[in-house]
Nanobody
Framework: QVQIVESGGGLVQPGGSLRLSCAAS????????MRWYRQSPGKERELVAD???????NYADSVKGRFTISSDNDKKAVYLRMDNLKSEDTGTYYC?????????????WGQGTQVTVSS
């Protein structure tokens, strides 16, 4: 069985910072693409940051220069450092990990962590 656990969300003032973490556990053989999505109130889920295997990172235009995605393959974890947060960054953030496990290769989702940017 594979578990994906997210942490790090919370309430922060505009201009503040947060670091989200997402870690996978279980019978995992390999990690591939890792991504962070967010769903803001009244909006569809959108891709925020993408870390492809062997490739360069990609970011939504709205977060470029403020968010940084990184990973630790030994820990099977992906992180999202968020700086200079704005009210429009408020939403539920989900990690997505492309993993090869005992049951084959597929995408796994975290449970979501709430980020609220407000004064």
């Amino acid at each position: 069985q594979v578990q994906i656990v997210e942490s790090g969300g919370g309430l922060v003032q505009p201009g503040g910072s947060l670091r989200l973490s997402c870690a996978a556990s279980g019978s995992i053989f390999s990690t591939y693409n890792m991504r962070w999505y967010r769903q803001s109130p009244g909006k569809e889920r959108e891709l925020v940051a993408d870390l492809p295997t062997g490739g360069s990172t990609n970011y939504a235009d709205s977060v470029k220069g403020r968010f940084t995605i990184s990973s630790d393959n030994d820990k099977k974890a992906v992180y999202l450092r968020m700086d200079n947060l704005k009210s429009e960054d408020t939403g539920t953030y989900y990690c997505n990990m492309d993993l090869r496990t005992t049951w084959g290769r597929r995408d796994y989702w975290g449970q979501g962590t709430q980020v609220t940017v407000s004064s």
